[in-house]
């Protein structure tokens, strides 16, 4: 005969073990908030001083890093609700706050609307991510968002070093040449940049025209049959 406490408290009975929670103090996201550190230290040294060199060096370390740590959040199955949200935020801080920083240098080749542009496209993309994920709508990164950041992490450098006289002079006759890949680049940026943020749109408007389209569960529309013979 079945205990009646057991009957009267389900919660008595024994449930499966819970998957233990990732604790955020983790690796992967040690070197998120180091990649968030470096980028304050590029920022600085843009405002500061003129060691563009060092900056460049620093700023290419740090982007570098930016595989890392979804790597090995993934091989060690420590992703976590913190890493996720830190990892896209640092990377629109050291992008988005470097090109600010470039525009009163017009040496580097940075103008507002480059800048405008670059930032546009992530506040848009991050906020149409967050609608979707909140409709339960799977929006992942796509092939042209990977490119476009490898796109910008080359852009920038590049200009950092266009304000180095030490590296001009090393350049020599070369500086010309340097400058028009450094051109191309900054182009390439722009046209990644609007062709992502297009591509996220478009896939962003179809996701959510196919969810509002789509059927509702057999038990939401049995429910609402009976609701509505029971209130008739």
Request: charged letters at 20%; glycine letters at 8%; a negative charge.
């Amino acid at each position: 005969m079945a205990n009646s406490e057991d009957v009267a408290n389900p919660e008595t009975k024994t449930n499966p073990e819970k998957a233990p929670e990732v604790s955020s103090w983790n690796l992967p996201n040690a070197i998120t908030f180091s990649r968030l550190i470096l980028a304050f230290v590029v920022l600085a040294m843009l405002d500061m001083t003129e060691w563009w060199i060092t900056c460049t060096a620093i700023f290419v370390f740090a982007v570098s890093t930016d595989f890392l740590d979804g790597y090995f959040a993934r091989k060690w199955n420590q992703v976590t609700v913190l890493g996720r949200i830190m990892d896209p935020f640092v990377d629109k801080v050291i992008i988005g706050g470097t090109l600010i920083f470039l525009i009163p240098h017009p040496e580097s080749g940075v103008c507002a609307w480059l800048t405008f542009i670059v930032i546009g496209r992530e506040m848009f993309v991050t906020g149409l991510r967050s609608v979707l994920e909140g409709h339960g709508v799977d929006f992942s990164a796509k092939w042209s968002g990977k490119i476009k950041m490898i796109v910008q992490s080359i852009t920038i450098p590049l200009a950092i070093l266009s304000l180095s006289p030490e590296f001009g002079d090393w350049l020599g006759e070369n500086k010309v040449s340097f400058l028009q890949i450094r051109d191309l680049f900054l182009y390439a940026t722009v046209g990644i940049t609007l062709y992502s943020g297009g591509e996220y749109t478009w896939r962003g408007l179809t996701l959510l025209k196919a969810q509002a389209e789509s059927p509702k569960p057999d038990g939401l529309n049995e429910s609402s049959t009976e609701n509505s013979e029971n209130s008739n």
